[in-house]
């Protein structure tokens, strides 16, 4: 219980119940129910276990809108699946070979999204979902895979990075028919994690050798921001470039991670854990309500999918003196 002093000449509401929305944050009441002062606060977020996909995999691509929208599709094994919060359902497969459905870049949503790249020998392949079916749109420029598995941008407007072979500084992007050519990363890698729009977007960690690395987009070029606390690559990450999560990964492999860690735009801060420690799963969503789905967990791939939510706010019982 805190206690709060030298309050006076502030005027104290009184309310027969507690509020039930985030108007409350930051504001004392007294509830005369209970007949203690109340203050709302920030809550925290948690991972929560959601329901296990059909089919296990890993190296996988992933988009998502939020926890209980998501669109999981290729990886070790052939088929796509979306999932709406109670059921993961299998949908329409892609169209390209088993090799290229491996490690390729996602944009968009859970019902319009991009599948570019994959596989290893490199592919140039892309495929757009509409929400039904998948059709082979323009091919990226450069061919290459195991680059960000989580999403940057719109179908309309996406944005791909780095990669495999060697260490990609080479980033694309897309304008709802054709892929350009757009500024380079400062740092080459593969095995990072993107999040945002195709002006405001992160890639963050990846290997080898940049594990903590976080570089911001702009639309004209990226810049270098604050290091993750714990580098590591093959990491999914979700959000804006102001309110952004990033978790799951790997570092030193085979070592799988349970991390997570929350950006405010300046600086990353570790919360809480995933329960299933895992690389190169699928996921997605906003820095309140993510979703991680299927990995390796370092003996077997894994079909687990964990849910991300931010409380609205919690309230906390003061002393006032």
């Known amino acids: 219980m805190a206690t709060y002093k030298g309050i006076q000449g502030f005027s104290v509401k009184t309310l027969a119940s507690d509020p039930s929305d985030s108007s409350a944050i930051g504001q004392l009441w007294y509830n005369s129910t209970s007949g203690k002062f109340k203050i709302g606060i920030e809550g925290a977020g948690a991972w929560a276990s959601g329901v ?185 990450a979700s959000g804006t470039t102001t309110n952004a999560l990033f978790y799951a990964g790997s570092h030193p492999a085979p070592t799988m991670k349970a991390l997570t860690e929350a950006y405010d735009g300046t600086t990353w801060t570790e919360v809480s854990d995933l329960t299933t420690a895992r690389n190169r799963g699928g996921g997605g969503g906003t820095g309140a309500s993510a979703i991680m789905a299927a990995g390796h967990t370092g003996s077997s791939d894994t079909g687990a999918t964990e849910e991300w939510t931010n409380p609205v706010y919690t309230t906390k019982t003061v002393t006032v003196s």
Request: net charge negative; glycine share 16%; aromatic share 8%.
């Open 52 to 236: 296990t996909m059909n089919t296990a995999r890993y190296y996988c691509a992933g988009t998502a809108t939020s926890s209980t929208s998501a669109l999981i599709a290729g990886g070790d094994v052939q088929n796509t699946e979306q999932y709406n919060g109670s059921a993961w359902t299998e949908v329409a497969d892609m169209a390209a070979p088993a090799a290229v459905e491996y490690a390729r870049m996602p944009v968009g949503t859970a019902t319009a999204a991009l599948m570019a790249g994959g596989g290893s020998p490199y592919s140039q392949t892309v495929e757009q979902w509409n929400g039904s079916t998948w059709t082979e749109v323009n091919d990226i420029n450069t061919g290459r895979a195991f680059n960000n598995n989580s999403p940057m941008g719109t179908v309309t407007a996406g944005l791909i990075a780095g990669g495999l072979p060697g260490t990609q500084v080479v980033s694309e992007e897309y304008d709802g028919t054709s892929w350009a050519e757009g500024f380079d990363l400062n740092t080459g890698r593969g095995y990072l994690a993107g999040l945002g729009t195709q002006t405001a977007a992160l890639a963050v960690g990846g290997m080898p050798g940049s594990e903590g690395e976080t570089e911001l987009y702009n639309g004209t070029c990226w810049s270098e921001e604050s290091d993750l606390n714990t580098g590591r690559g093959a990491a999914t």
